[in-house]
């Protein structure tokens, strides 16, 4: 690798210093045409072809050459960056662990990949329960910052907004939904979180009492102790974060 990248700033260096009426270039590129030639993706034998050009000839071909790579280079990191962010995002909303009407997230998927793409101007977190919109700068500070400072950090979204927590529940920071500008909605990413199904329970109908005049009727006072009140999504969430609730 250090070889391939000598090759190609050898050449910059011989076109930034172009003499008029010389042959510097075409020299250079004689000497190293196929290396160069594999590293502009182009046939050797036009390298060759300019290897007996005046400098000021061969020169607009040349940089026409090392932009062509820089462009491809280019595109072929931006197709990365998106297919890391889309990865990313796909790994978010199948990992997401619902609570009633909130979704725990992971972290790492959250404040990772997901902010990858500096082109996304929005992530827009989405199901059927919430739709909560935030701009990708603000998620961007927040991973630049808590991530490093807080190794118990949790998250969950919900309609109220994206929240995060930590030192077992005495910080946090919510984040609320934000508008879209209209010139910005090109530039949103969507994170379609699947939220579960949640049947009603139909009770089966009373059947008519058939009890014998004599038959013992229960005792209210001898009834089973009801069992304790559940706090609530937020409390089984942070029990499992091993946050007391």
Known sequence: ?????????????????????????????????????VLLGVDTGELRGLAGKLDEEAAPRVRALLQQRAEARTLRHQAARRDAVLAAAQRLAMTAVWRESAALLDMSALLGDLLADVTIQHISLVSRVFAVHLPRKKLVEVADVLPRQFADLVSWVDRTGLHFRWRQGRGGLSLYSQVVPASESAHVLHVNIQAPAFRKHRPAPASPERRSHNAPRPNPE????????????????????????
């Not at 001898?222 to 609730?245: H, I, K, N, V």
């Open 222 to 245: 001898s009834a089973a102790p009801a069992g304790p009140r559940s706090t609530g999504w937020l409390a089984d969430a942070l029990t499992e974060a091993a946050f007391p609730a």
């Open 1 to 37: 690798m250090a070889g391939r990248r000598s090759g190609l700033a050898g050449l910059e260096r011989v076109l930034r210093a172009l003499e008029p009426g010389s042959h510097n270039i075409g020299d250079y590129i004689a000497e190293h045409d196929e290396e160069l030639s």
